[in-house]
């Protein structure tokens, strides 16, 4: 209730410092960047590392059963591909997650140190931010970098991952004609 609660005042924020002029945008667009980042990551981080246990305790606990029974020679357990595929794609978008925030924080960072280096201007009721700075460009491929994230690591995560890997066996039929 309390995230809901934060995302929503961002929310709000963030349409005021869109709905302002040029003056001093890129400063305050960063900081609620960075909250609205802040906020969704603390109850991502918690929950992934919750399921990445859970997964890990279930499969503990079917390995041990496994190892209990009488037949832990011939099979092996069903899930345990469906647990590791689970597991990789948990961590990527726990690491997406993470470096998204990171990448903020650099550029939160830099626009506290050098806000003057970005010039925005009004073209027919949209603003552009650009610089004319190498440093200040980079800041902005930065941004664009971040904004990318979760287009390139989600659908990875959910599409590429899971994908069963196809092993290489023949299948011998023998037909015996009399």
């Known amino acids: 209730m309390v995230s809901v609660v934060a995302v929503v005042i961002i929310i709000l924020i963030l349409t005021s410092v869109i709905a302002k002029d040029c003056d001093n945008n890129m400063m305050e667009v960063s900081i609620a960047g960075f909250a609205t980042e802040l906020v969704s990551y603390a109850p991502t981080l918690y929950f992934g590392w919750d399921i ?13 059963e496994l190892r209990l029974s009488t037949d832990h020679m011939l ?60 440093i200040g460009q980079a800041m902005l491929v930065l941004i664009e970098i971040n904004q990318l994230l979760p287009h390139l ?26």
């Open 52 to 64: 990445l246990k859970s997964i890990s305790y279930k499969q503990q606990e079917q390995k041990d």
């Open 153 to 178: 690591i989600i659908p990875v995560a959910l599409y590429i991952i899971p994908v069963k890997r196809s092993s290489k066996s023949s299948d011998l039929h023998l037909v015996i004609h009399y």
């Open 75 to 134: 099979f092996k357990p069903v899930s345990d591909q469906y647990a590791k595929e689970r597991k990789k794609q948990i961590q990527l978008v726990l690491a997406a997650y993470t470096l998204s925030l990171l990448l903020r924080g650099t550029v939160l960072g830099f626009n506290f140190n050098w806000d003057d280096y970005f010039t925005c201007t009004d073209f027919e009721g949209v603003y552009i931010v650009t610089s004319d700075r190498f």
